[in-house]
């Protein structure tokens, strides 16, 4: 049992390129998110998404777009990268949405991202 | 909305001395309230979660937390500090109406030898 996987896991990238993070879950979860993390900032939450086919802003939208074509994957897209998305993010699953009673959240290991 | 302060950026605590964690929280709703940890270069563990069943909680790597609701606080306990708890700690608080949770800044625990 795989988890959450997250590609890549290190990456540079120069302003104003486009990249997509990838995230898949084997576990069946309907609900799936993407945080970054910054320091001083702890975990903000950029998109998620209650189901295949659905997906809603979080916090910090601006500069991302995502997309849930089939409940294992979840990938967080950069248009045009700026030097302030340099972030570590992380994508998160749990079984349900909306019921975090009784709903462990399962994060990835991270993606550190610098944008020069 | 809701919202976590945690109280210090950094703790620092020597080998075998207690850990005391602070958290408060501020929700509309009866929160669920949620510690996670994070070592260096890793991603986000759960260390134990409240969800009104008891008001004492205990989580794994012998830490304990305790809602109390008169003080919206719900700070992570530990009687005796390993060098090995040296992580970022997250506390974070969600409720019925999110569909997310919302992190305090996090604390670095610091374990002196």
């Known amino acids: 049992n795989a988890g959450v996987t997250q590609t890549p896991k290190f990456q540079v990238l120069k302003t104003g390129q486009s990249m997509t993070l990838q995230c898949a879950q084997d576990?069946?979860?309907?609900?799936m998110s993407w945080y970054r993390q910054d320091p001083g900032m702890g975990l903000r939450l950029i998109h998620y998404?209650?189901?295949?086919?659905?997906?809603d802003q979080g916090e910090v939208p601006n500069g991302y777009n995502v997309s849930r074509s089939t409940t294992e994957d979840f990938p967080l897209r950069l248009l045009s990268a700026a030097p302030s998305q340099t972030s570590v993010y992380f994508c998160a699953s749990r079984l349900r949405a909306g019921q975090v009673f009784g709903n462990t959240i399962y994060f990835g290991e991270g993606s550190w991202l610098t944008v020069v | 909305a809701q919202s976590v302060t945690q109280l210090g950026s950094h703790v620092s605590v020597s080998e075998g001395a207690l850990v005391l964690l602070r958290c408060n929280y501020s929700?509309?709703?009866?929160?669920?309230l949620f510690w996670y940890v994070q070592y260096p270069n890793q991603g986000l563990q759960l260390l134990l979660k409240y969800t009104s069943a008891a008001t004492l909680v205990k989580g794994i790597n012998g830490f304990e937390a305790e809602f109390k609701k008169s003080e919206t606080s719900f700070h992570l306990t530990k009687p005796s500090a390993h060098m090995s708890d040296a992580a970022e700690y997250f506390c974070?608080?969600?409720?019925?109406?999110?569909?997310?949770?919302?992190f305090g800044k996090g604390t670095h625990l610091i374990i002196q030898p």
């Open positions: 929700s509309s709703v009866p929160p669920y």
């Open positions: 998404s209650v189901g295949a086919g659905i997906t």
């Open positions: 576990m069946n979860h309907e609900y």
């Open positions: 974070a608080v969600s409720d019925l109406t999110a569909d997310g949770l919302t």
